[in-house]
């Protein structure tokens, strides 16, 4: 059965994606559907379930191994995919409820930490890592290394504006961006923003390297500092990785009587609880889940990629316990693949130099 679904999730992408835009999650289906690194191993995935993530289960699936996915109430997803999915046959558990062990837990955000891996775990993002601090297993950390900045820097960002536009929202020509949150993400939607021409302002409590020169630096030393930023702002977008960051550093009445589009692009929302949901973007939720792809398909197929190659290290005992980061080699070489044979710009790639 697990053969046969490959191919037909594989079928399945094929009708909506070109093979430029996964060329990693290709080769391993390619590869794997001879090789079978994975065969008969237990696996449990929790990555969240959209259109292209069915091209990382069809890698997995290729290599023979026993697939289960684990749908988190924390995570976005799309239920019209978990629902085809479960019509393939394949099982799909909501991740609290997880009670058996498996060889290998894929996760993200943590949400299966609490399931027994006989041979370790793979970690998608830097959130994730609070939960496996002091696990005695071997734990692949895929937000760790260079490859996840494709996805959470240059994809994420350029989500952020597909899903205004989706939405068919105009921001003002020379419109003024301010980005809430100086990490991967928050870079990311600052670089395209300049990119688009828009005045752009990066606002953190520490102090950080900005990603271009044109881009302004804002210290939040008060409410006050960080009210005025936002209410002399076209838009305003959290990118903190913090559940309600902002609900001591901004006064909210004002913020919610002001004409400022106000948008999140954390996990969870990171705007004041006393700021309704509805005046957000997608009622707090991260802007970009509204789209069938929320991280493009060319963005998200490398870190998709190496979440797959640490179930591999895995299965081979390559991988020492503890927090453990891919090899700068091991990430190199996915970048040369998709830099030869993907479509994402080369002057985007260039950033994560």
Not at 25 to 51: C, Y
Not at 195 to 210: E, G, W
Not at 221 to 246: E, P, Q, W
Not at 303 to 318: D, I, K
Request: hydrophobic fraction near 40%; charge should be negative; proline fraction near 6%.
């Amino acid at each position: 059965m697990s053969l046969n679904l490959a191919h037909q999730l594989h079928s399945f992408i094929l009708e909506h994606y070109e093979l430029c835009e996964f060329p990693l999650l290709h080769r391993q289906w390619q590869e794997w559907s001879i090789t079978k690194p994975l065969n008969g191993l237990h696996i449990i995935d929790s990555s969240p379930v959209f259109r292209n993530s069915c091209a990382k289960y069809a890698a997995l699936l290729s290599a023979g191994a026993q697939l289960s996915l684990a749908v988190s109430e924390l995570m976005p997803h799309d239920k019209s995919i978990v629902a085809l999915l479960k019509s393939w046959g394949l099982p799909v558990l909501m991740a609290n409820e997880v009670s058996d062990s498996f060889d290998i837990v894929m996760d993200c955000a943590g949400s299966l930490a609490h399931v027994t891996a006989t041979l370790g775990y793979v970690e998608l993002t830097k959130s994730g890592a609070q939960h496996y601090s002091n696990c005695s297993n071997p734990v692949w950390m895929v937000d760790a290394g260079r490859i996840k900045q494709i996805e959470t820097c240059l994809g994420t960002g350029a989500g952020f504006f597909r899903a205004l536009n989706q939405l068919e929202i105009s921001l003002p020509k020379n419109a003024r961006i301010l980005v809430i949150g100086g990490g991967k993400v928050g870079t990311g939607i600052a670089l395209h923003a300049y990119h688009n021409n828009y005045h752009v302002t990066i606002a953190d409590v520490s102090s950080i390297q900005l990603p271009h020169p044109d881009i302004h630096f804002l210290h939040i030393h008060d409410a006050t500092t960080l009210t005025n930023a936002i209410l002399n702002s076209d838009c305003a977008v959290t990118a903190t990785g913090k559940r309600h960051a902002l609900e001591n550093l901004i006064l909210p009445s004002p913020i919610v009587q002001s004409a400022t589009l106000l948008a999140n692009m954390g996990v969870e929302n990171e705007w004041s609880s006393l700021i309704p949901r509805n005046r957000i973007l997608n009622n707090g939720l991260p802007t970009n889940f509204i789209l069938d792809d929320p991280t493009q398909m060319c963005f998200i197929d490398p870190p998709l990629a190496l979440h797959n190659q640490g179930a591999l290290e895995l299965s081979q005992h390559r991988v020492p316990t503890g927090l453990f980061t891919p090899p700068a080699a091991l990430e190199n070489e996915f970048l040369n693949f998709v830099s030869t044979h993907g479509c994402i710009p080369h002057q985007l790639l260039s950033w994560l130099n």
